[in-house]
């Protein structure tokens, strides 16, 4: 591929260099060698462009010019779903263990970047009866940490209240740190739990009566 070398500018004198460039549909990668140091490659494609700054054992260095449109190469989401941005901004589905990945021109381990977008869950409840609001499988000799913000409110949006959650199980056994009850009526109370059934972490909440009670769980866990 032939490469376009501009003139020699005014301030040739001053150690100035006229740097040599090519226009190509894609990036750059290590093999492409046959060029001079340096060499700028334009992205015309994705509007990038990149420079080469060396040649060491006949590997080409690419370095991409970090004024052009970025050096984030892909996101990927726990559904494996594309995330692309509606007027300007990316919404995330719930998740966690999300990760940000950076090119990698060169063939080499790009830098990965894991975030947790966490999860929310809802439930309405119209029993007594512990309901199953959350489920986290935890495997045998796994432990899990989980925090979150428990919310409950009456049909009638009356009454709305809430709290933290943070509970912690080994593959064996559950435990719910700090207090589990929320008060969702001036005259009686819904509660939460923590338990370990099979090899399930389950969060689970109760209605204080017959009536309908709205529950949202949103919350993180991570695996140790």
């Known amino acids: 591929m032939a490469t376009n070398i501009p003139p020699f500018g005014p301030l040739a004198y001053l150690g100035q260099v006229s740097v040599p460039y090519i226009i190509q549909p894609d990036d750059p990668e290590s093999n492409n060698t046959s060029f001079s140091v340096p060499t700028i490659w334009v992205n015309k494609t994705d509007k990038r462009a990149w420079i080469l700054l060396e040649k060491p054992q006949n590997v080409a260095n690419w370095v991409l010019f970090a004024t052009s449109s970025g050096s984030i190469h892909d996101i990927i989401t726990p559904t494996g779903g594309p995330v692309t941005p509606t007027l300007g901004e990316l919404v995330f589905d719930n998740g966690i263990d999300m990760n940000i990945v950076g090119a990698d021109p060169m063939g080499m381990t790009p830098n990965v970047v894991t975030f947790n977008a966490g999860y929310q869950d809802t439930l309405t409840t119209v029993s007594g009866f512990f309901t199953t609001i959350t489920t986290i499988p935890v495997a ?85």
């Open 140 to 224: 045998a000799g796994q432990s899990v940490v989980l925090e979150g913000r428990m919310i409950a409110s009456n049909v009638g949006h009356t009454d709305i209240t809430g709290g933290p959650v943070m509970a912690v199980a080994d593959g064996t056994a559950a435990a719910l740190i700090g207090s589990p009850v929320i008060n969702v009526e001036a005259t009686s109370t819904g509660t939460f739990q923590v338990i370990f059934s099979g090899a399930d972490l389950l969060i689970q909440v109760q209605a204080p009566s017959s009536a309908a009670y709205s529950w949202s769980f949103t919350y993180k866990y991570t695996y140790l």
